[in-house]
């Protein structure tokens, strides 16, 4: 497998001047609907065509997050999906456009076992280090990006994993966040969504993680990085970035960490951000 270490040509630059940009894209680009409206997608090329490397650091995985490196015209650099457990480069030489050059997995068995006894009637599902969703009660979301193949719960817990995702239709996301934090989960990095959801991905892997690695690459200084995030999957992120932008409609605890919180996605708050670049 390619790595960070050895993926195309250096990037580094003397003097370099652009900023990295990192973007989620569920409640920042796009609403909960799935809709971008035109002058965020304008935004994002105004600042891709300024020299700026624009990159994409969501929850999602890789199927679910190219149509929206499409749609923006990013061609060129790189994107974090997965909460930084896959990286991919962009290149249109490539035959598909991009590879994957790291993909962080973790035993899923230790934090799965635990969960379904705290949760035994929550659906689970498993991406895995070939890129395939494993999931049961045919349990699918638009965030994987691909369909997901039904397995027992057993089968699950002997895959090597890159990203566990659990959803309960009978809490609410006050008592299934409480759920979650009385099982003490060890060994891995977790965030609890907007609803009863919960994202687990191998122990110290975040979007900041993966985004400091690409950082490091391009030499871009900590001062010129920029972040904009809505959700608590995005803390992390937005402390690392040298201005880290909350959007508007973000839970407190994510709006305590930003450096300014700008409008909602519905008042195109990221392409506020994306214009005070240009």
Excluded at 171 to 187: D, K, M, Q
Aim: overall charge negative; glycine content about 10%; hydrophobic content about 40%.
């Amino acid at each position: 497998m390619t790595t960070l270490t050895d993926a195309g040509i250096d990037d580094r630059q003397e003097n370099r001047t652009q900023h990295l940009v990192a973007l989620d894209i569920d409640g920042t680009l796009v609403d909960h609907e799935g809709n971008m409206t035109d002058e965020v997608r304008d935004a994002a090329q105004a600042v891709i065509g300024a020299g700026h490397d624009v990159i994409i650091a969501t929850g999602r995985s890789l199927g679910a997050t190219l149509p929206v490196v499409g749609h923006l015209g990013v061609t060129r650099g790189y994107a974090v999906c997965s909460n930084g457990g896959v990286t991919l480069r962009l290149d249109p030489a490539l035959p598909a456009g991009f590879e994957v050059i790291d993909r962080v997995t973790f035993d899923p068995k230790p934090a799965l076992s635990a969960l379904r006894t705290r949760l035994p009637s929550a659906k689970y599902a498993l991406e895995d280090d070939r890129g395939r969703f494993l999931s049961t009660e045919s349990f699918q979301d638009a965030s994987f990006g691909s369909d997901a193949e039904s397995v027992d719960f057993e089968e699950m817990l002997e895959a090597r994993a890159v990203r566990v995702v659990v959803f309960s239709t009978d809490s609410s996301a006050e008592e299934f966040g409480e759920a979650v934090a009385s099982i003490g989960l060890h060994g891995v990095t977790y965030s609890v969504g907007w609803t009863a959801w919960l994202d687990i991905a191998a122990s110290g892997v975040t979007k900041a993680s993966a985004l400091e690695i690409l950082r490091d690459r391009l030499g871009t200084p900590r001062e010129l990085t920029v972040a904009v995030g809505d959700g608590r999957n995005d803390i992390e992120m937005l402390q690392w970035a040298g201005r880290g932008v909350a959007m508007g409609q973000a839970p407190e605890e994510v709006r305590s960490v930003a450096s300014e919180v700008t409008g909602t996605v519905y008042d195109d708050g990221a392409a506020k951000v994306l214009r005070s670049l240009v």
